[in-house]
């Protein structure tokens, strides 16, 4: 196929743009993606400023709304695909049966039937296949099949370890087609969580082990050295060391073999600076703070902060995203770096995520570990878009023509700025609500 006939997805839910790299990188053009959160749009267009970002509630977005907003028109979509927001569902919160959030794995279900994709893939969290939560499974999964669809009934739980990533992580994927297809199969693990104490089943003992927590940050510059990073994100001519296998297929995505994403250059066409360093902003901890920190042992928790401390030779426990600005505000507790008494940098959290390092996310600290905590991690995303490619029948070239990045100054909008940018409601993600919920977990 040559680089006009890619397969086509479309991203329902598509945050900052884990799943739309990752099908990127197996091979698809995401023509089109649906995002509520301007600020996740805004990071959404900076990276694939060449796709189109529909800034929409998905409760009011319509198929045809999709086609005509972005280059698809009238063709045929290979696939939709999408995790609807899993906060009614995740173990981590009170999964309450009649929470609002749980009916949007139903326009989910709306926006495949409308725009008949030839194949569709939902995300969702483990808590979804859980005592009364597993109705909303079967029910979705019978809808689907009484409209044309078949689903791999077997659906399963995929760990982002067992897909090269350094980080454990557990997401629900459903795979399902239309009629006349084959229906995709589950990618196969090719690697087994790192430092593990050998408790592997038996189809996971032979394989390598997943890149740990120093395969991945081990190479980055030493942000300590860099004071500008107290007040800014971003930093050139920064010192990286020497690479892992890893590291180094996150700084050269262009060169991995099985990597059919486009290669990046700034905005005004320019090639990537290879000693610019991103994401990076620090946090100012207290004296104390760096203390308690520095006298945690690897693997363990502080016991003021909660704070878990990254063992280097392990892989990184699941980073998570906080609470949205309607419920509090709260940053998720963030791992402390392995080797440095302070918390982990939004790129050291990409590198666990295994985003590559020309993808850039909010300036901010508190949106840039939100975008990073609500993604599917690529690398396990394009393991799944790789099989809807095998099913597909499609052979893949890797992309010769390079793609822009777009504006910076789209990292660095408020809430209100990026409402006013995309011209939506300034409360279309609700304000912040005072909580009496106690901050002493929170502490840094």
Same mark, same amino acid.
């Given at each position: 196929?040559?680089?006009?006939?890619?397969?086509?997805?479309?991203?329902?839910?598509?945050?900052?743009? =884990? %799943? *739309? &790299? $990752?099908?990127?990188?197996?091979?698809?053009?995401? +023509?089109?993606?649906?995002?509520?959160?301007?600020?996740?749009?805004?990071?959404?267009?900076?990276?694939?400023?060449?796709?189109?970002?529909?800034?929409?509630?998905?409760?009011?977005?319509?198929?045809?709304?999709?086609?005509?907003?972005?280059?698809?028109?009238?063709?045929?979509?290979?696939?939709?695909?999408?995790?609807?927001?899993?906060?009614?569902?995740?173990?981590?919160?009170?999964?309450?049966?009649?929470?609002?959030?749980?009916?949007?794995?139903?326009?989910?279900?709306?926006?495949?039937?409308?725009?008949?994709?030839?194949?569709?893939?939902?995300?969702?969290?483990? =808590? %979804? *296949? &859980? $005592?009364?939560?597993?109705?909303?499974?079967?029910? +979705?999964?019978?809808?689907?099949?009484?409209?044309?669809?078949?689903?791999?009934?077997?659906?399963?739980?995929?760990?982002?370890?067992?897909?090269?990533?350094?980080?454990?992580?557990?997401?629900?994927?459903?795979?399902?087609?239309?009629?006349?297809?084959?229906?995709?199969?589950?990618?196969?693990?090719?690697?087994?969580?790192?430092?593990?104490?050998?408790?592997?089943?038996?189809?996971?003992?032979?394989?390598?082990?997943?890149?740990?927590?120093?395969?991945?940050?081990?190479?980055?510059?030493?942000?300590?050295?860099?004071?500008?990073?107290?007040?800014?994100?971003?930093?050139?001519?920064?010192?990286?060391?020497?690479?892992?296998?890893?590291?180094?297929?996150?700084?050269?995505?262009?060169?991995?073999?099985?990597?059919?994403?486009?290669?990046?250059?700034?905005?005004?066409?320019?090639?990537?600076?290879?000693?610019?360093?991103?994401?990076?902003?620090?946090?100012?901890?207290?004296?104390?703070?760096?203390?308690?920190?520095?006298?945690?042992?690897?693997?363990?928790?502080?016991?003021?902060?909660?704070?878990?401390?990254?063992?280097?030779?392990?892989?990184?426990?699941?980073?998570?995203?906080?609470?949205?600005?309607?419920?509090?505000?709260?940053?998720?507790?963030?791992?402390?770096?392995?080797?440095?008494?302070?918390?982990?940098?939004?790129?050291?959290?990409?590198?666990?995520?295994?985003?590559?390092?020309?993808?850039?996310?909010?300036?901010?600290?508190?949106?840039?570990?939100?975008?990073?905590?609500?993604?599917?991690?690529?690398?396990?995303?394009?393991?799944?878009?790789?099989?809807?490619?095998?099913?597909?029948?499609?052979?893949?070239?890797?992309?010769?023509?390079?793609?822009?990045?777009?504006?910076?100054?789209?990292?660095?909008?408020?809430?209100?700025?990026?409402?006013?940018?995309?011209?939506?409601?300034?409360?279309?993600?609700?304000?912040?609500?005072?909580?009496?919920?106690?901050?002493?977990?929170?502490?840094?």
């Amino acid at each position: 196929m040559n680089e006009k006939k890619r397969p086509i997805g479309v991203d329902l839910f598509a945050g900052a743009g =884990g %799943m *739309t &790299l $990752g099908f990127e990188q197996a091979g698809f053009d995401v +023509l089109a993606a649906v995002e509520i959160d301007p600020i996740h749009c805004a990071t959404h267009e900076y990276n694939f400023p060449f796709w189109s970002i529909l800034c929409k509630n998905i409760v009011d977005t319509t198929a045809a709304e999709i086609r005509e907003k972005s280059k698809i028109g009238e063709r045929d979509i290979d696939v939709v695909f999408g995790g609807p927001p899993c906060q009614g569902f995740s173990l981590m919160g009170k999964r309450a049966i009649d929470d609002p959030r749980n009916s949007l794995v139903f326009h989910f279900l709306r926006l495949v039937l409308e725009l008949k994709p030839k194949y569709f893939v939902m995300e969702n969290v483990p =808590g %979804m *296949t &859980l $005592g009364n939560h597993k109705y909303f499974l079967e029910k +979705l999964i019978n809808e689907f099949k009484k409209n044309g669809y078949k689903v791999e009934e077997d659906y399963r739980i995929l760990n982002a370890a067992h897909y090269g990533v350094p980080q454990h992580r557990e997401r629900l994927f459903l795979l399902g087609c239309r009629q006349d297809l084959p229906l995709p199969k589950y990618p196969q693990p090719i690697t087994k969580p790192a430092k593990c104490n050998g408790d592997y089943s038996p189809e996971l003992s032979l394989l390598p082990a997943s890149p740990t927590v120093q395969d991945a940050i081990a190479d980055l510059p030493e942000v300590e050295n860099y004071p500008d990073l107290f007040t800014k994100d971003w930093v050139l001519d920064a010192k990286y060391k020497k690479y892992s296998e890893y590291s180094w297929r996150l700084r050269h995505p262009h060169l991995v073999k099985d990597d059919y994403s486009y290669p990046r250059s700034l905005e005004s066409g320019k090639p990537l600076n290879s000693s610019l360093l991103t994401c990076s902003l620090l946090t100012k901890h207290s004296p104390t703070s760096r203390e308690r920190f520095a006298a945690t042992k690897s693997g363990k928790i502080e016991p003021i902060s909660r704070f878990h401390k990254l063992d280097p030779q392990g892989i990184c426990n699941t980073l998570r995203a906080g609470t949205a600005s309607n419920r509090g505000a709260f940053t998720s507790p963030r791992p402390i770096h392995p080797y440095k008494p302070r918390c982990i940098t939004v790129r050291e959290a990409a590198r666990l995520h295994s985003y590559p390092d020309w993808f850039r996310f909010h300036s901010t600290i508190w949106h840039g570990f939100r975008q990073v905590g609500n993604s599917v991690p690529p690398l396990l995303a394009k393991a799944v878009a790789s099989e809807i490619i095998r099913a597909l029948g499609v052979e893949i070239e890797k992309p010769k023509k390079k793609q822009s990045l777009g504006d910076s100054k789209l990292l660095e909008m408020t809430m209100s700025q990026a409402a006013q940018f995309y011209q939506v409601d300034n409360h279309v993600i609700e304000q912040r609500i005072k909580s009496d919920r106690p901050m002493k977990n929170y502490r840094c």
